[in-house]
């Protein structure tokens, strides 16, 4: 149980931050090794979330780009919505591991999702340098994924944030199929911010570590 309740943490980082980013994604999901060979060994379970741009996002840039009479400047505009899908997606990688770190299964940090956290680094690299088509290529900066992880850390620290991280991972590693929806994960996010809002702000005050943020709805 602890090896998949680890990968379990690390996958349910990434699926509670996008459902909180508002990014949609199909389902994230469970495996054992012998459906992925080429794991490190030692390495029990893998993970995903299974997350593709979204039709409307794609159809929303080639309106903009389309739109010279609408918009004065439809390039500057398209990479600047591009950005901030790409600074998202980069949120969303960076949740994995600060999953494990600050809701470790067993107290500790394993390593049972070093593998996933390495391939989440190689997305964040992939993301700062995305080429979108032949003449636009978006580019977010180091010191900018820095700015980002730490926005990315806040989130995961809010109480209803870190319940429904918890609450998907359980769910995760005990259902049948290891595998749950992008709209079953919605709804215990949905759930456990109700939850937290009903029994009123100074529950989060009481969790929350010291200097975090109670809402994070804007971090900076």
């Known amino acids: 149980m602890t090896h998949i309740m680890n990968v379990a943490i690390h996958e349910a980082g990434h699926a509670v931050v996008a459902a909180h980013l508002h990014m949609p994604f199909s389902r994230v999901l469970l495996a054992p090794k012998h459906c992925v060979p080429e794991l490190p060994t030692g390495e029990k379970w893998f993970g995903m979330v299974d997350m593709r741009m979204r039709g409307s996002f794609k159809a929303k840039l080639v309106i903009i780009r389309r739109g010279r009479s609408i918009f004065s400047d439809p390039e500057a505009i398209l990479r600047k919505k591009i950005i901030e899908h790409l600074e998202k997606h980069i949120m969303i990688s960076y949740a994995g591991r600060l999953a494990d770190e600050i ?4 107290g500790t940090v394993s390593n049972e999702s070093s593998a996933g956290a390495a391939k989440d680094q190689e997305d964040i690299r992939k993301f700062q340098n995305w080429q979108w088509s032949d003449d636009i290529q978006a580019e977010v ?3 900018r994924c ?3 992880r730490r926005r990315t850390e806040r989130i995961i620290r809010i109480p209803y944030v870190g319940f429904a991280i918890e609450e998907t991972a359980f769910l995760l590693a005990t ?3 290891r595998s749950l929806s992008g709209k079953e994960v919605r709804s215990v996010y949905r759930s456990e911010r109700e939850s937290v809002t009903r029994r009123g702000n ?4 009481q969790n929350l570590r010291e200097g975090e943020y109670t809402d994070g709805s804007n971090p900076t």
Do not use: H
């Open 141 to 143: 900066s180091d010191s």
């Open 103 to 106: 809701y470790p299964w067993g």
């Open 175 to 177: 259902s049948k199929s």
């Open 146 to 148: 820095a700015q980002l």
């Open 202 to 205: 100074f529950v989060g005050r």
